[in-house]
């Protein structure tokens, strides 16, 4: 009898927000784009360098999703960490955030190595946007292609993946905003 054997894969977790819909609007508040020359999206990552003023607040609104996130990591990541959470201080996190309309985009990029990624769909239309694409990190075996996949998600979904996983925002082709916040929580 043939058993097939997956050697290679890589997951990303899915996490539903608690209490998305007191949290969203919350979350809106503290957002403020500024004009910049970059034309993909709006965004306040070089405006703030990964740390804006609002990430206190972030966490405080956040605090259970994140402890929920840290939790299931330090799970996953226990025989290298003997149990011990390698995240636990909030010092080194990262947050910035992006919002996305008519023909704005995130072309294909990674976080580096050492993190987990993270991204938060606080406006998201599951009939107007795409959620995020990601890229193999190897050609199929038989083929050579890179394979793409997008999971499904839904506003209030926040997905965790690898840092070094290549991954894009594709185009926007609607006027109805798509924001998301994006973090890095570092494993070192």
């Keep these: ?12 977790l899915k996490f539903d927000v608690i209490d998305w819909a007191n949290k969203k609007p919350k979350l809106l508040e503290l957002l ?3 004009h910049d020359d970059n034309n993909e999206c709006e965004t306040d990552y070089f405006q703030h360098n990964t740390r804006p003023p609002y990430f206190d607040e972030w966490v405080n609104i956040m605090k259970e999703d994140l402890d929920n ?9 226990s025989d290298r960490y003997n149990g011990d959470c390698p995240f636990a201080s909030l010092d080194k996190w990262q947050l910035w955030s992006q919002r996305y309309s008519n023909g704005q985009h995130h072309g294909a990029h990674n976080h580096g190595m050492m993190n987990i ?3 938060l769909y606080v406006e998201f239309d599951e009939n107007e946007h795409e959620a995020t694409t990601f890229y193999s990190p190897f050609p199929n075996p038989y083929y050579g292609t890179i394979g793409k996949a997008t999971p499904p998600v839904k506003e209030g979904n926040i997905i965790a993946f690898p840092s070094l996983l290549l991954h894009e925002c594709p185009v926007t082709l609607s006027t109805t905003p ?4 994006s973090f890095n929580i570092p494993l070192l």
């Design 69 to 77: 996130i840290a939790e299931e990591f330090t799970a996953g990541l």
């Design 1 to 12: 009898m043939n058993q097939p054997l997956m050697l290679f894969a890589i997951s990303i």
């Design 178 to 181: 798509r924001t998301i916040m």
């Design 117 to 119: 990624s993270c991204v």
């Design 32 to 34: 403020k784009f500024e």
